[in-house]
């Protein structure tokens, strides 16, 4: 069974999200909406398929990587989200929460083995991109 197909977003706390997207568009050259930046890529299997990969920095005080103690978060992309939750299940690793839909593809929380929450999604890089490539969470947490 494939497991962590790649990284699927790199998030991140500071004092102020806002400056900080500000500060890597000028100095680094993101292009950044409310959310971070987006960047695309090709998929390595299929070069005709697009993936996204999120960049996104939150509020210092975000509660969204609780129970995680620590100052980042990575998204890995995964292929088959349910059957890996199922296998991991099995793994004895914890699971945080439940799953979450939506249009862009399906979520779900595991915490590793020294306390950092991992994100793990299911993409529908189709409707991601639809969407101008919003990741509907709030960053400013």
Known sequence: MKRATGIGGIFFKCKDPGKMREWYKVH?????????????????????KK???????????TKYFAPSTKEFM???????L??????????????????????????VHIMDIEGNKIEL??????????????MGMETTK
């Open 28 to 48: 680094l050259g993101l292009s950044t909406n409310n959310y971070g930046s987006v960047f695309e890529w090709k998929q390595a299997a299929d070069a005709t």
């Open 51 to 61: 993936g996204f990969t999120q960049w996104s920095p939150f509020k210092e005080t």
């Open 74 to 80: 990575i998204n890995y992309r995964v292929a088959d």
């Open 82 to 107: 349910t059957a890996l939750v199922a296998q991991l299940q099995t793994e004895g690793v914890t699971i945080t929460d439940t799953f979450e839909t939506a249009s862009y593809g399906k979520f």
């Open 121 to 134: 999604w299911e993409p529908n890089d189709i409707e991601y991109e639809k969407m101008g490539v919003q």
